[in-house]
Nanobody, 120 residues
Framework: QVQLVESGGGLVQAGGSLRLSCAASGIIFSISGLGWYRQAPGKQRELVARITSGGSTNYADSVKGRFTISRDNAKNTVYLQMNSLKPEDTAFYYC??????????????WGQGTQVTVSS
């Protein structure tokens, strides 16, 4: 069973920082693509950042220069460092993993999400 468990969300003032973590199990983490997405009330879920198994990254234009995605394959964990937070970053943040699962093949998995609220 694949599990993605996010942590690190919370309430922060504009200009502050948060670091989200997503611990994965059940998936072959080292060769999986990983990402963070977010969904604000009344809006569609959108990509925030992704990182490939080789470490290549891409970001939404709205977070470039402020957010950094990274991965620790030894800990099966992906991180999202969020700096210079803005009220418009307020959303539910979800971890995503696309990768192989033993005896099941390739799959696309989501965590339960963590709330990030940025006050002005």
């Amino acid at each position: 069973q694949v599990q993605l468990v996010e942590s690190g969300g919370g309430l922060v003032q504009a200009g502050g920082s948060l670091r989200l973590s997503c611990a994965a199990s059940g998936i072959i983490f080292s060769i999986s693509g990983l990402g963070w997405y977010r969904q604000a009330p009344g809006k569609q879920r959108e990509l925030v950042a992704r990182i490939t198994s080789g470490g290549s990254t891409n970001y939404a234009d709205s977070v470039k220069g402020r957010f950094t995605i990274s991965r620790d394959n030894a800990k099966n964990t992906v991180y999202l460092q969020m700096n210079s937070l803005k009220p418009e970053d307020t959303a539910f943040y979800y971890c995503n993993a696309v990768g192989p699962v033993p005896n099941r093949g390739l799959g696309d998995y989501w965590g339960q999400g963590t709330q990030v609220t940025v006050s002005s």
